[in-house]
């Protein structure tokens, strides 16, 4: 059974940093794609990172290019996303997602079947 568990999260300032944790299970680590996706309240989903073959492969959105950055850990089969510079918009609840065969970059959101309970980070003015 595929799992991700995400951890992490929490309140800080602007400016401030958090490294979220994604911890995986069940399934190959290097036949997956693993991505960084956000959802604040009312709005869309965003994805952030991905990273494929031990981070041979990674990507991020503009929104969080030169502030964030995803890495893995092989024997841990955990994957990470330090946030550095934080802002208040970046307020929203943190998820990891799996797929398996994906590419990164280049494959959507919604391609990606496996997702984490979430964990929320809230980023103070």
């Known amino acids: 059974e595929v799992q991700l568990v995400e951890s992490g999260g929490g309140l800080v300032q602007a400016g401030g940093s958090l490294r979220l944790s994604c911890a995986a299970s069940?399934?190959?680590?290097?036949?997956?794609?693993i991505a960084w996706v956000r959802q604040a309240p009312g709005k869309e989903r965003e994805g952030l990172s991905c990273?494929?073959?031990?981070?041979?492969?990674?990507d991020y959105a503009d929104s969080v290019k030169g502030r964030f950055t995803i890495s893995s850990d092989n024997a841990k089969n955990t994957v990470y996303l330090q946030m550095n510079s934080l802002k208040p918009e970046d307020t929203a609840v943190y998820y990891c997602a799996a797929a398996r065969w994906a590419r990164c970059p280049g494959t959507p959101i919604t391609r990606y079947d496996y997702r984490g309970q979430g964990t929320q980070v809230t980023v103070s003015s």
């Open positions: 990273i494929r073959k031990s981070a041979d492969f990674t």
């Open positions: 069940g399934f190959t680590f290097d036949d997956y794609a």
